[in-house]
């Protein structure tokens, strides 16, 4: 019989994946940064965080305007119809029996 080649085991094996360690990498990001890169980042960011502040107050503003003017605004049946009932109607319905105006001005009937 031939030689079984046993399959290698490497799962438990991990592999460096660079030849630095951590913190070295650490200290080589450190050491590229410059102070003057470090300024021109935090300018960047203190722009955007201005530009965000702008347009979060123009939101702001918007959303105080509309939560006055629909304070004041009231209410309206927009689009809606008006469930009116006309003289014409109401004479028909008494007509009939089917409403008492004695009752319906609060007078007490027997």
């Known amino acids: 019989m031939a030689d079984k080649e046993e ?53 702001l503003a918007r959303q105080e305007k509309l939560a006055v003017e629909t304070t004041l605004g009231g209410t309206t049946n927009a689009g809606q119809p008006a469930n009116k009932e006309t003289d014409e109607e109401y004479a028909d319905k008494v007509a009939k029996g089917e409403a008492n105006p004695l009752e319906d001005d609060g007078f007490k009937t027997q």
Request: charged share 55%.
């Open 7 to 59: 399959p290698a085991d490497d799962a438990g094996k991990e592999e460096p994946a660079d030849d630095k360690p951590a913190d070295e990498e650490k200290k080589d990001e450190e050491e590229d940064s410059s102070p003057s890169d470090l300024v021109d980042k935090a300018n960047e960011a203190a722009e955007r965080l201005e530009t965000a502040t702008k347009e979060l107050n123009k939101s």
